[in-house]
C-alpha cells in the first residue's frame, strides 16, 4: 500500500511549525482493498478510512469535477488509477498540495516549497474558482500566516475577485462561513481575515456590517487611527493577544462597534448611542451565520455595555451592580471577565494604544467577585418575604461592591 503524508502536517513541518492532526493518501488502493487491510470507513462523500491502528485518516487519491453551483456541487472520482499527482492538483494552495513519502523525500509539483520560503500563498490551478469556500480559505490562511510574513499571490487575489464578482459566494452555507470565521479569530492575527476579504471585495458579501465600518471617521483625539475598520482591525488583533484562541471573546471584540456604520453622516465623527445602534445589525450578523448562543451573548454584551465598562470609575455602585445584573453575571459569572478582555481589546486596538494599561478590567472583576460573595443564606431575611429577600440581596451586593472599591 502505498501511503503519503499530505496537506497541513508536510507544511507545518516545512514552516518550523507544531505538528497537527496528519492527513494520508492512499495511492493504487480502492475501499474494497482497504476494507479488507482492516480500515474503518468514515467518509460519507467521497473514501476516507480510519487507520485500524493509529486512527489516523487515509483517503483514497481523488479528482474532483465540478457539476453544480457552490462549493458542494462537486462531482468526486476515486480509483486505483487516480494518480498521487492528479490528488494533490484538485488542493487549494500550493503549500497544501505538497506529499512526503515514507522516506521523507517530498513530492512537490507545484512548487509548494518555493512557496513557503517566498512566504507566497498561491493557488494551484484555475480549478481555484469553482470552490468558493476557497475565498474564506486563503483569508483564514492569511491570519494565520501573515504574522511569519506571507502574502497573496496577486494573480490568487485576481481570481478571489473573480469568485467575489460572480455571486458564487452568495451559495455558501451559513455553517460553513461560521467555521472559516472562527477559525480566523483564533489565528494571530485575524486582522489579515478581514484584509484579505476586503482586498478580494468579498467582505461585504461574508460580514456586509463590518464592511461598512471601512472608510467611517472617529474622533481623533480618541482614535488616532480615525478609519472604523482599521480600529476594528486593530480590536480583533488585541483581542487574540489577550485571550488566544478564545473566539467567544474575539466575536465580541469583532462586533462591538457595528453601530458605528449607522451613525448619520452629519453627526460624525461622533458615534453617540452607537452601543445601541449596532445591536441591530448585530443580530442580523448572528441569524444569518446561526451564531452560538454563547458568542452571541457575549457580543450583545460587548456591544452594549462597553463604554460603561470604559468608564467604570464614574459608575455609583449600585450602577455597576445593574451593569452586573444586565449581563447576567451572577448566574454566568465568566461572562464579566470575558467581557473585561473585549473591553480591553476595544481601549487598547487603538493607535498608540497598544501597550497602554486598562485599569478598569481589574475593577470590573473585583467588583464581580464581591458581589458574587454574597450568598442569599448570609443575609438577614427573617420577616422578609417575596422580593423583600430579592432587594435585601441587591443591598447586600451593592455594599460589597462598594467595599470592595474602597480597598483600591
Keep these: 500500500m502505498k501511503t503519503f503524508l499530505v496537506g497541513g502536517a508536510v507544511r507545518d513541518r516545512l514552516l518550523g511549525l507544531p505538528p497537527g492532526d496528519r492527513d494520508w493518501v492512499v495511492v493504487g488502493e480502492s475501499p474494497e482493498s482497504m476494507l479488507a487491510a482492516g480500515f474503518k470507513p468514515v467518509g460519507r462523500d467521497f473514501p476516507v478510512f480510519l487507520h485500524p491502528a493509529t486512527g489516523e485518516e487515509h483517503a483514497l487519491a481523488r ?3 465540478k457539476s453544480a453551483p457552490g462549493y458542494r456541487g462537486f462531482v468526486v472520482h476515486a480509483d486505483p488509477s487516480v494518480t498521487l499527482e492528479q490528488d494533490l492538483e484538485r488542493r487549494d494552495f500550493t503549500i497544501n498540495a505538497i506529499a512526503e513519502d515514507a522516506d521523507g523525500h517530498l513530492v512537490d509539483p507545484f512548487g509548494g516549497a518555493r512557496d513557503i520560503e517566498a512566504r507566497v500563498l498561491r493557488h494551484v490551478g484555475p480549478a481555484f474558482v469553482e470552490d468558493p469556500l476557497r475565498v474564506l480559505r486563503a483569508a483564514r490562511f492569511m491570519a494565520r500566516l501573515s504574522p511569519l510574513g506571507f502574502t497573496v499571490a496577486p494573480e490568487t487575489m485576481s481570481l478571489m475577485r ?4 460572480s ?3 452568495d451559495a455558501l452555507v451559513p455553517e460553513r462561513v461560521w467555521q ?7 489565528a494571530k492575527q485575524p486582522s489579515a481575515f478581514l484584509r484579505t476579504l476586503r482586498d478580494a471585495d468579498a467582505l461585504r458579501v461574508v460580514l456586509p456590517e463590518v464592511d461598512a465600518l471601512y472608510g467611517v471617521p472617529q474622533r481623533a483625539e480618541f482614535h488616532p487611527e480615525v478609519d ?6 486593530m480590536v480583533s488583533d488585541m483581542a487574540a493577544r489577550l485571550a488566544p ?3 467567544v471573546v474575539g466575536f465580541a471584540a469583532l462586533t462591538h462597534d457595528l453601530g458605528k456604520a449607522l451613525t448619520p453622516t452629519d453627526r460624525l465623527p461622533r458615534h453617540t448611542g452607537h452601543e445601541q445602534a449596532g445591536l441591530a445589525p448585530l443580530d442580523a450578523l448572528c441569524q444569518r451565520l446561526k451564531v452560538p448562543l454563547e458568542h452571541r451573548d457575549l457580543a450583545v454584551i460587548a456591544c452594549r455595555e462597553h463604554l460603561n465598562v470604559h468608564r467604570i470609575a464614574e459608575l455609583r455602585d449600585a450602577t455597576l451592580h445593574d451593569l452586573l445584573l444586565r449581563c447576567d453575571g451572577f448566574r ?3 461572562r464579566i471577565a470575558k467581557l473585561a478582555i473585549a473591553c480591553e481589546a476595544d481601549k487598547r486596538g487603538r493607535l498608540g494604544s497598544e501597550d497602554a494599561p486598562y485599569p478598569q478590567a481589574d475593577e470590573l472583576r473585583q467588583a464581580h467577585a464581591a458581589a458574587l460573595a454574597v450568598n442569599a443564606r448570609d443575609i438577614a431575611t427573617e420577616g422578609l418575604t417575596g422580593t423583600q429577600v430579592g432587594e435585601a440581596l441587591r443591598k447586600a451586593r451593592i455594599a ?3 467595599a470592595a472599591r474602597r480597598q483600591d
Excluded at 473573480?162 to 464578482?165: F, L, Q, Y
Aim: net charge negative.
Design 63 to 65: 479528482t474532483e469535477r
Design 162 to 165: 473573480d469568485v467575489a464578482a
Design 400 to 402: 460589597a461592591i462598594g
Design 180 to 186: 472559516e470565521l472562527c477559525k480566523a479569530l483564533s
Design 332 to 334: 454566568k459569572p465568566g
Design 228 to 233: 472604523t475598520g482599521v480600529h476594528q482591525q
Design 167 to 169: 455571486g458564487e459566494l
Design 245 to 247: 484562541g478564545d473566539t
